[in-house]
């Protein structure tokens, strides 16, 4: 019950009650008909005609079931599907914020800066509305650690989570952000590679919040991790989101993250999309403070990849921004050689 895909579980004990002759055998109505986890329209109300043939109380001895298989049908087709089963359309949340927020170590530097920051994230979802344990794309609010402390995940149930949810990648975020910000910190997250590989093959086009998943990924302490994100930039933007506004979901974590391995994997990645490098970075640097540690490192990339191909820096609101640095240090050499 405190799995961070309570549904999924509950599916595999209804599948139990069946096996066990406790409640009728039956086809499952959520069994998906495509690699991404949508189910065909008339499949679903074969199924579900079937079940009623068969006089099978599939919307109380299997509830998970019925819900688990109206989530994947596909949005336009949602209604008829549960006219036919007789249930209402499960709800969903269609908008999440994500709230970040540090708090310092009392262990002091030489200096009086905190030896280290922790960074903690908190999900805004629907807070008028109780989430049902029977449906994962119902979203509630909560604090980054509500579900993963609880209970362990593993690679099978972060999988679950991404088909079970086919339209909309906010649950996979939600569930997993906590993983992803540990891995971005100075643990080995053994979750994190799951979460990237289900994002990979999610059906769902991205939003800025699900950018700050492959954000923290490309900032993990791990460099297996780091590569696995990196390949993933590369496939996913712009194809399964903007620049713009992937740009935005790595600036809103962005302190959550070390610079200089950002650096590192954006290097990496411009061996394979230089383009959306440079592209992503002339949108995300005006975001970031330039006093920030590892800025330096971040300009440099640009400045590479800039001069490698051509691109001169026109963005008027990246030249203003590089426009403030000054005095010697190795930051603001490269930002006025950027500004010519």
Known sequence: DSSPVPSF????????????????????????????????????????????????????????????????????????????????????????????????????????????????????????????RLNPALIPSLKGEDYCAQAPANELLIAQLALATPESTLPLVAVSLDFMCKAAGD??????????????????????????????????????LRALAVELFATAIPARIDIISAADGFAACSGAVVLTRWAHAFKDAATLAPQVVIALLTSLLPQLDAKAHGIGALLTVLYDESLRHAVPVVDQRLRDWLGGFTGSSAAAKTAKALLK
């Open 187 to 224: 643990y080995v997250e053994h979750r994190a590679p799951a979460v990237l590989k289900a994002l990979g093959r999610h059906a769902a086009q991205w939003t800025p919040e699900t950018a700050q998943l492959l954000a923290l990924g490309m900032g993990a302490k791990q460099t297996d």
């Open 9 to 132: 579980i509950m599916r595999m004990r209804e599948l139990v009650t069946m096996t066990r002759g406790h409640t009728p055998r039956r086809a499952l109505l959520a069994t998906p008909t495509d690699a991404w986890g949508w189910i065909d329209l008339q499949v679903l109300l074969r199924r579900i005609d079937e079940a009623v043939r068969a006089k099978s109380e599939f919307a109380t001895t299997a509830p998970a079931d019925l819900v688990q298989a109206l989530l994947r049908v596909r949005p336009e087709d949602r209604a008829r599907a549960a006219l036919a089963s007789g249930m209402d359309a499960p709800q969903e949340t269609s908008q999440i914020k994500i709230e970040w927020s540090a708090s310092e170590s009392n262990e002091r530097k030489p200096n009086g800066a905190p030896r280290w920051v922790f960074w903690h994230n908190s999900v805004q979802g629907d807070d008028a509305r109780k989430a049902s």
